[in-house]
């Protein structure tokens, strides 16, 4: 009996269709692939200082704030020079900014601001409750709420009031502010009768208002991605909306929370979770990552045993409780620092890493 064989093009086609099937595996699982890309260090430690008993520490930057019964000290973290201030101030809280840090007084309702040569530049008072304070374009926008009335009011960085905003009936929930467009986003809920009214003001880089979005679902975080698209998450589901109130893509999520949302130009980084009962991080949570016409370009399966994840300065930091990661959320390369003591909690600037423990504060080199 003849051996039978075959043809020259049926081989062709044969190991045509055995690439077509590998290059589809690799495509497939290169989100996973990558997220194995880990390059292990020892980081190296610029400074450190050791904390004192009583004393509450803050990270700002590069910058240490530690206070104690009025003394606010500011500690450069890059040459450990200290500068210091006499500020009285009753249950304070801080709001770092580029410039320095907003100093806030729960009982009086001042608001002081401070260089980070510690000089007190400017000190004002509000009728209303200061909510929170926050860096727009070099000018600082308080947001204030006094009953059921929200206001946003904008400084320049010498005090002197640029705008005012007021939301008599409508609640503040958001507000947000995209670097590449310069746009200002607020995103407010109505409640009337058990009806419940969703808008998103959006606002040019002088602070007038450019445009006003009624979205479909009340949401929990918005960012503008661009001029004319904006993305808002609910639980368990992403929408994106333009200019006119058109709903240009959504995705959802069935079996998986959303728990934050972050952009990057036109890119967008999505940290879920599986659905239950606890909120802590665990290794089946994934950094999901979408271009602007909701296409993922790729995933990122999440080291075990993960306390936190922020965004600083274009990169992720992710922390467990003796380590630290940095992914780049471009090429998902993920750099990976071990730790031997429990870490509090973290910040990054450009080049460092500024790491709170028990005992130290840590600056690393990055």
């Known amino acids: 009996m003849a051996k039978k064989s075959f043809s020259i093009p049926f081989k062709i086609l044969i190991a045509i269709v055995l690439v077509a099937i590998a290059y589809g595996i690799f495509v497939s699982f290169q989100p996973l692939i990558s997220s194995f890309i880990i390059d292990v260090k020892s980081p190296k430690i610029v400074n450190k200082i050791q904390k004192e008993n009583g004393v509450s520490y803050f990270l700002c930057d590069d910058i ?3 206070y104690d019964e009025g003394n606010l ?6 040459t450990l020079d200290v500068s210091s201030a006499q500020i009285a101030v009753s249950d304070p809280k801080f709001y770092p900014v580029d410039e320095g840090v907003f100093v806030s007084d729960k009982n009086s309702n001042a608001l002081h601001f401070l260089d980070k040569k510690a000089q007190i530049i400017w000190t004002k008072k509000f009728d209303f409750n200061i909510f929170d304070v926050k860096s727009i374009q070099k000018n600082i926008l308080v947001h204030l709420i006094k009953d059921k009335h929200d206001k946003i009011e904008i400084f320049s960085p010498k005090g002197k ?28 809920i109505y409640t009337e009768q058990g009806k419940i009214d969703n808008k998103i003001f959006v606002y040019d880089n002088n602070f007038e208002l450019k445009n006003l979005v009624n979205i479909h679902q009340p949401s929990f975080k918005t960012i503008l991605l661009n001029e004319d698209k904006i993305i808002t998450i609910g639980k368990r589901n992403i929408m994106c909306y333009n200019k006119n109130n058109q709903i240009l893509w959504q995705k959802e999520y069935y079996s998986r929370n959303i728990d934050k ?16 009962k606890s909120n802590i991080i665990d290794s089946s949570d994934y950094i999901i990552f979408l271009n602007e016409d909701g296409k993922q ?3 990122f399966k999440l080291p075990n045993q993960i306390v936190d994840i922020s965004f600083a300065k274009d990169l992720i930091l992710i922390w467990e409780k003796r380590k630290f990661c940095i992914l780049d959320p471009f090429d998902l390369n993920m750099r990976e620092f071990d730790i031997n003591e429990d870490i509090l909690s973290m910040n990054a600037t450009k080049n460092m890493v500024i790491l709170e423990t028990s005992d130290y504060i840590y600056a690393f080199k990055i």
């Open 161 to 188: 009031l640029q705008h005012s905003m007021f939301f008599i009936d409508e609640t503040i929930t958001d507000i947000s502010f995209n670097q590449y467009v310069n746009n200002l986003l607020i995103y407010t």
């Open 261 to 276: 949302l972050y952009n990057y130009g036109n890119s967008i980084a999505l940290i879920t979770s599986p659905l239950r």
């Open 297 to 299: 370009t790729g995933e």
């Open 64 to 66: 240490v704030l530690s």
């Open 73 to 78: 000290s500011f500690i450069d973290m890059k």
